[in-house]
């Protein structure tokens, strides 16, 4: 009877056989990145649990404030009022893509009534321990085409390991700390459209760098560069490509609410008392000047017979002013379109073309009017994407780059905070600009007469193979 049974059962077929190895084959080839991913994860989670009690000595989680604003817009998406986003304080300031990325989780905590630290701050938010773990592997996700891009670039083993376990160490802020998963997830779909521009594909290079903007819009900074390495009978239908899905997801709260929506979209609005003022300033219009306010905290007491209540104060402080960070952004954009424009004249090769968009990231933190210090990691992460083939290179790189995240987490003025850290952003990308060898590599677009060169690894065996 087994033996019948066995014989009775149906064969695997050749599809789903090739579709089992291409996924193994991706898992073992992506391995050391996805534990790092994983590692980010378990580190995001056991800060936020353990670091109150066990450093601070208090009954509290150590939770990223700026997170939850971009869920309650994920709730309304799961919700199915997506017009509402940027409404009710929200305050995202970004298109939507996020929020239809974390709509899963919104779902699932207001499915089972989970507390969140909105619009008031909670000791503990148990919305946190779903939307924890989930917003860290969404914003680790960009180790992935991190490592891709060094196999591309023909980066051994060893100093893959090295680049990724350095992306690993500068990602972790961005979602354990200040919880802007939004920033390394646009980097990553915009990472993938550098890949696929690499090998010809350039319809998926439309899609994937119109899924990037709609997450997060600053990765524009890029865009002209990937312009410039696609044929030029492919640009219309690229440009529409990278537009369609923000046009999609915008097209509702601009219909129904469009104050709200155009307010958040155009002005951005930015707060240098909160975080870091540059001489930038001085461009940026002052959407509400500081002025008295009132701000209610609420505690969790427990009275001597057991009863636990909560106990609201009011405090007197005042409101710094409101700016709008979009002008000065407009320097970066132009001078992104200039470097387009340089790629478009001298065909980069795949080297040249990463370290491009490297320094093109980097203009935003040149020209924001209002600092972060998250705001630093992508062009970090791909300069040392670049610098991990050279150890003294990488080790003078590790250096500054330790230093200037020491110096980005400091309250100074504007003067005084941004000339180090547009210095120390200076040394990383100079330090990381591709060796004679690279950029003697074929482009990494096609010619001026429609062939298309090799790219990456393969360039690099041609021109071998040309030079014997």
Known sequence: MIEVLEHSSAPESPAARSSANWIADGLRRRRVPLLLAVAVVAL?????????????????????????????????????????????????????????????????????????????????????????????????????????????????????????????????????????????????????AVLAAMDRRWRAVGWLVGLALAVQPLVVLVVPCLVAVTPRRGWPKLVLRALAPAAALVAIPLWQSWRVTTQALFKQPNYPRIDHATPWLALAPVLSKAHPAVVKRFFLTTSPAGVRDFTAISLHTISGPVVAAGPARLIAVGLSVLLGFYAYRHRPSSAQLVWLCCVALALRCVFEAVMDPYYLWPPLALAFVLLARSLPRLAVASVATAVLTWWSYRHLGPWEWWVPVVALLAVAVALAIPTQAAWAQVPAGPDRAGTEPLSGRAGSVALKGLNA
């Open 44 to 192: 995001t989670m056991a800060y936020s649990l353990l670091w109150g009690p066990l450093v601070h000595h208090g009954s509290f989680w150590i939770v990223p404030g700026d997170i939850w604003g971009t869920l309650r817009s994920a709730q309304f998406v799961a919700w199915g009022d997506i017009g509402d986003v940027y409404g009710h304080g929200s305050g995202l300031v970004t298109l939507p893509g996020i929020s239809v990325v974390l709509a899963p989780v919104g779902f699932v905590i207001s499915h089972f009534n989970l507390s969140i630290s909105f619009p008031y701050a909670l000791a503990h938010p148990t919305g946190w321990l779903v939307l924890g773990p989930y917003e860290a592997a969404i914003g680790s996700i960009v180790l992935v085409p991190l490592d891709a891009l060094a196999e591309q670039l023909g980066l051994d083993r060893r100093a893959r390991l090295r680049a990724s376990v350095a992306e690993a160490v500068l990602l972790w802020p961005l979602v354990g700390i200040w919880g802007h998963p939004e920033d390394s997830l646009g980097l990553a779909l915009i990472l993938w």
